[in-house]
């Protein structure tokens, strides 16, 4: 079945950085953009950006423009996600999300299980 | 920036009974090159990813069961749960992706009363 295995969670000091994986499997994986996403403890959705997995084009949220880059390694059909100057607002479960749709990412399935990374001192 | 706002925030339903989250978007999400509503409801359980239940408003993703119902246009769209099992309880979001950045509400939380 389609699915997108993220790696494990994260501890990082304020200041660094963090790379996220996003393994997929059960399709052809540069037929389909990924996107990412964070969730704050307990707060709504927030969309990063999303990656063209064939060509590795990708588009960000101005907010994190300059400090966030998306990757793949179609070879193993994994999409990374890392993020520099970590603070403590950056703290949150981070989704990947596989784009369906007309333009292949207009919705989201499906998701990766999550990954918290936590940015503590 | 299109902002997505849901009402309520919280509800509680009967079991059997129905439940309507209302979503309301800053600009309409429709475009008129096809007509069709760029929206999409999530459910999320506690501790599990989203999980697509509708896109274009009302087309409900495959194996999602058919009391989610989604409706509306432009900018005031409607998940409505018929029939409610104790398995829905979760926080359901909408999702605009007629322009980037994609944008989603702010969840509304539904429990069992």
């Known amino acids: 079945q389609v699915q997108l295995v993220q790696s494990g969670a994260e501890v990082k000091k304020p200041g660094a950085s963090v790379k996220v994986s996003c393994r997929a499997s059960?399709?052809?994986?540069?037929?389909?953009?990924i996107n990412w996403f964070r969730q704050a403890s307990g707060r709504g959705l927030e969309w990063l950006g999303w990656m063209n997995s064939n060509t590795g084009n990708a588009d960000y949220a101005q907010k994190f423009q300059g400090r966030i880059t998306m990757t793949r390694d179609t070879s193993i059909s994994t999409a990374y996600l890392e993020l520099n100057s970590l603070t403590s607002e950056d703290t949150a479960v981070y989704y990947c999300g596989r784009g369906s749709g007309s333009n292949g990412r207009d919705w989201f399935v499906p998701w990766g299980q999550g990954t918290l990374v936590t940015v503590s001192s | 920036d299109i902002v997505m706002t849901q009402s309520p925030d919280s509800l509680a339903v009967s079991l059997g009974e129905r439940a309507t989250i209302n979503c309301k978007s800053s600009q309409t999400i429709s475009h008129s090159s096809d007509n069709k509503n760029y929206l999409a409801w999530y459910q999320q359980k506690p501790g599990q990813p989203p999980k697509l239940l509708i896109y274009?408003?009302?087309t409900r993703e495959s194996g999602v069961p058919d009391r989610f119902t989604g409706s509306g246009s432009g900018t005031d769209f409607t998940l409505t749960i018929n029939n409610l099992q104790a398995e829905d309880v979760a926080v359901y979001y909408c999702h605009q992706y007629h322009s980037t950045p994609d944008t989603f509400g702010q969840g509304t939380k539904l429990e069992i009363k």
């Open positions: 274009w408003a009302s």
């Open positions: 059960g399709y052809t994986f540069i037929n389909h953009d």
